[in-house]
């Protein structure tokens, strides 16, 4: 319980870890310009999809056909399966680079999202995106960015065989300890879910 608790003192653990925290950032911020230049350089054929399918989903939210259950179970499915990952690839000594590459891919995915709507709707984008994507996102990042730390954290940690000399026991506290971190990350995320489940689709309807 004492290590579950030392997980959670943040201000020791990003001045432990402020490198990591800007390697994390640095590659969050990297993905979200990526995004933002691929809307920006995207072919008419993949811009005319995705404008459909994004007038298709307006309006299916706007007649009420997006069922707040199957939203909530498809966005559990979008976001725990990266917690889960980033969990294992720190269990690894080689998870750092794969964990920075998914941390890209997230940031890619917001600056792609954002730029999209606001390229496509105009003012109706900007709407869009500052009441239905950013406000779940608020607390998704910064969910990633502390599982993304501390995965790397373990993950560098299990390169010094120092750590683990003295005993199994020693081994398995702490991996316990690591993965109630990731358990209360994802506690903390379903603030998110529910957001994006019950809030985000009703702020559509009123927007359109």
């Excluded at 995207?42 to 056909?65: A, C, H, I, P, Q």
Aim: contains cysteine; charged residues 10%; hydrophobic residues 50%.
């Amino acid at each position: 319980m004492k290590n579950f608790i030392t997980n959670f003192d943040l201000k020791n653990k990003i001045s432990e870890n402020l490198v990591l925290y800007i390697i994390v950032l640095v590659c969050l911020c990297t993905g979200i310009v990526l995004g933002i230049y691929a809307v920006k350089y995207m072919g008419s054929f993949e811009r005319n999809d995705l404008t459909n399918y994004l007038s298709n989903f307006m309006v299916s939210v706007d007649k009420s056909d997006a069922k707040n259950l199957e939203v909530l179970i498809q966005t559990i499915k979008n976001n725990i399966p990266v917690i889960i990952i980033i969990w294992f690839l720190g269990l690894t000594m080689v998870g750092m680079p794969l964990i920075l590459v998914m941390d890209l891919f997230k940031g890619f995915s917001v600056g792609f999202t954002i730029s999209f709507l606001m390229k496509e709707l105009g003012v109706q984008g900007i709407g869009i995106s500052l009441l239905t994507v950013i406000p779940q996102n608020i607390i998704y990042i910064p969910c990633i960015i502390l599982a993304s730390v501390f995965s790397i954290e373990f993950s560098l940690n299990s390169l010094n065989k120092n750590n683990y000399k003295n005993s199994k026991d020693n081994l398995a506290v702490q991996i316990l300890s690591y993965t109630s971190t990731f358990v209360a990350i994802i506690i903390f995320m379903c603030i998110g879910f529910l957001l994006e489940a019950f809030i985000t689709p009703n702020i559509i309807k009123l927007i359109v």
